[in-house]
T-cell receptor
Framework: GAVVSQHPSWVICKSGTSVKIECRSLDFQATTMFWYRQFPKQSLMLMAT?????????EQGVEKDKFLINHASLTLSTLTVTSAHPEDSSFYIC????????????FGPGTRLTVL | AQRVTQPEKLLSVFKGAPVELKCNYS??????LFWYVQYSRQRLQLLLR??SRESIKGFTADLNKGETSFHLKKPFAQEEDSAMYYCALAGGTSYGKLTFGQGTILTVHP
């Protein structure tokens, strides 16, 4: 149980284009999902907290207009990297908390974004 | 502010030796602490959490509020334990966001 999927697992795009990453909770409902960024051999950096039916809460230093988050249902959150640039290349990971309670987060497998 | 510190970036032990991965935290309230593990080319997965007081794969961790520590221990390390280990804290903030330590890469040699 508690499986989180991400799609795509990897994506390559040209500079200036937008990329959408999906995060789904497969066997539970998630009122709250989280988006992280991970650099090679480094820890996870929280980008934003995604709440179903309301606006996302962004961490300090994360550009809201660049990283658009939509949490339209209890099982799906999307992260759109707009006007991507090479410096946006990274590993993006989502996690989800079960709506039934508890603070445990279940993580997706991550999405490798490469911007050329 | 909440903070998690894992002082060792790298830790190497031989198979069968005891292992301890250190984690210290800073938080003014009552935190909920976790250990997550990331095996090579796999997703981050929950190893254990302090409220469960459980032992997973032979690992245990005890919350020491006096020392503000949550060290992860295993009496006899196995090669398959080689992985990146993250200590994380969920404070009383809204939505329970996690603060991660920098991670410790554990290598267990045969």
């Amino acid at each position: 149980g508690a499986v989180v999927s991400q799609h795509p697992s990897w994506v390559i795009c040209k500079s200036g284009t937008s990329v959408k990453i999906e995060c789904r909770s497969l066997d539970f409902q998630a009122t709250t999902m989280f988006w992280y960024r991970q650099f090679p051999k480094q820890s996870l950096m929280l980008m934003a907290t995604s709440n179903e039916g309301s606006k996302a809460t962004y961490e300090q230093g994360v550009e809201k207009d660049k990283f658009l988050i939509n949490h339209a249902s209890l099982t799906l959150s999307t992260l759109t990297v707009t006007s991507a640039h090479p410096e946006d290349s990274s590993f993006y990971i989502c996690s989800a908390r079960d709506s039934r309670g508890g603070l445990t987060q279940y993580f997706g497998p991550g999405t490798r974004l490469t911007v050329l | 502010a909440q903070r998690v510190t894992q002082p060792e970036k790298l830790l190497s032990v031989f198979k069968g030796a005891p292992v301890e991965l250190k984690c210290n935290y800073s938080y003014s309230g009552s935190p909920e602490l976790f250990w997550y593990v990331q095996y090579s080319r796999q997703r981050l997965q929950l190893l254990l959490r302090h409220i469960s007081r459980e032992s997973i794969k032979g690992f245990t961790a005890d919350l020491n509020k006096g020392e503000t520590s949550f060290h992860l221990k295993k009496p006899f390390a196995q090669e398959e334990d080689s992985a990146m280990y993250y200590c994380a804290l969920a404070g009383g903030t809204s939505y329970g966001k996690l603060t991660f330590g920098q991670g410790t890469i554990l290598t267990v040699h045969p």
